[in-house]
């Protein structure tokens, strides 16, 4: 570790000189130092243990400082050493900063702070540097994958042998490319053991990371990769039993509000209204899925798109339609309808109402579908901005009217344009 390197006494104002196996100097000024100068090549978690003695009119007060590469700017480090008036020595050791690990040229200088009583002398011997051999890194624990909400922090840790330093890496999916995570504010203590993904989104669901570790020597190591899923609040897995407000069978153990945006998937069970303030924001049944009411008078309002590629069971309770923005009625069989809200409503097939079709705000545009009122429907509500637009071949069907089935004023709130 040491090979082809010296001990000096450079910065002497006076000679330097070897007596009885002790490196010695006298007339001390400030500044003045002892230099050692080694080798770490392949070796950290370095330290030096030294004798160094003080004459009864030497220099008594130093300090220990080293430089890498060249001796030309040093840097302190450990404690200083003091000596009594009358003189004394010692043996010291002190563990090397970290910089010099794994470096071709060490300097390590003890230099006076205080200058020698005349001509007195120090004396330094016994000089030995000490340390671990670095080998290439190798990597004892993987990163696992990580199932997070949305908005939460997701975190990767990897475990090694002989490391010296850390790099996450990621891509945005199985067919892209690593790059080393930025500081920013998404990433976390990226060149650590532990990486943290700060406050991830749904957007993220799919990235992958892996850890590249630093060694002594190469090869580096590289970590086995690890995938972060994504839950958004809103997907309903319905592992505990049926019922809508039921937290255990939302992802994120959450029941939705009006922001949520609600997904649906087969398998498993399906959800069931059964409560009368139900909400959402988008409402996405997949194929193979199933929505449906229990009793007839709970309630669902949808306050943004509704896409039923699976079935949207409406034969009981209420579904409302209260976006402001355009929504589309599956097609289907309803027991009560609620138009609600300042946004266009348009049929995405033909559609029966059994109980009550409300008219409060927002038309309902027909286009080649028929809007039917069952024998037992009606209409209610009704008004300039709120009606039926018969823009097609579709149209507004009332069914049994007249004797023995339904009597009285029938309204048909048509118009054949949005105003």
Not at 109 to 126: E, H, K, P, Q, V
Not at 161 to 188: E, H, K, L, M
Not at 343 to 359: A, P, Q, R
Request: aromatic fraction near 10%; charge should be neutral; include cysteine.
């Amino acid at each position: 570790m040491n090979a082809n390197k010296q001990l000096t006494a450079g910065g002497q104002s006076a000679g330097a000189f070897v007596s009885s196996g002790q490196f010695m100097a006298n007339g001390w000024s400030v500044g003045n130092y002892f230099q050692a100068n080694f080798a770490t090549s392949n070796y950290s978690t370095n330290s030096i243990t030294f004798f160094f003695g003080a004459f009864e009119f030497g220099a008594k007060n130093f300090k220990l400082q080293y430089a890498v590469g060249t001796p030309t700017t040093f840097t302190d480090f450990g404690s200083a050493i003091s000596f009594p008036s009358t003189g004394g020595e010692g043996s010291y050791t002190y563990a090397l900063p970290a910089a010099c690990n794994n470096q071709a040229n060490v300097y390590i200088r003890i230099t006076a702070t205080t200058a020698s009583n005349g001509g007195g002398g120090d004396y330094l011997n016994s000089f030995f540097v000490s340390g671990f051999a670095m080998t290439a890194p190798s990597i004892t624990g993987q990163p696992s994958n990580s199932t997070v909400c949305e908005g939460a922090d997701a975190t990767f840790s990897v475990t090694a042998n002989n490391a010296i330093s850390y790099q996450w890496q990621y891509r945005t999916s199985s067919a892209g490319t690593f790059v080393n995570c930025p500081n920013n504010a998404v990433f976390d203590n990226e060149t650590t053991a532990t990486l943290t993904v700060n406050n991830v989104t749904a957007a993220m669901s799919g990235y992958q990371f892996q850890c590249v570790v630093t060694g002594g020597t190469t090869p580096n190591a590289t970590s086995s990769t690890a995938t972060m899923t994504v839950n958004a609040y809103g997907t309903w897995n319905g592992s505990a039993n049926s019922n809508w407000n039921n937290t255990a069978n939302w992802s994120c153990g959450q029941v939705p509000d009006a922001s949520t945006n609600v997904v649906i998937n087969s398998g498993g069970n399906q959800p069931v209204i059964n409560i009368t303030t139900a909400v959402c924001n988008n409402l996405t049944i997949n194929t193979g899925a199933t929505l449906s009411f229990t009793g007839t008078n709970n309630v669902l309002d949808v306050k943004g798109t509704v896409t039923a590629n699976g079935t949207l069971n409406g034969s009981a309770g209420k579904i409302i339609l209260s976006g402001a923005a355009a929504q589309t009625i599956p097609a289907g069989t309803y027991k009560d309808l609620q138009m609600n809200g300042s946004g266009g409503k348009t049929l995405g097939g033909n559609v029966t109402v059994t109980g009550i079709l409300t008219l409060t705000s927002g038309t309902i545009t027909l286009g080649s579908n028929s809007l039917t009122i069952s024998p037992s429907g009606s209409t209610a509500g009704a008004n300039a901005a709120s009606f039926i637009v018969t823009n097609g071949t579709g149209g507004l069907v009332h069914q049994n009217i007249g004797s023995g089935g339904k009597t009285g004023n029938v309204p048909f709130p048509i118009g054949s344009t949005t105003t």
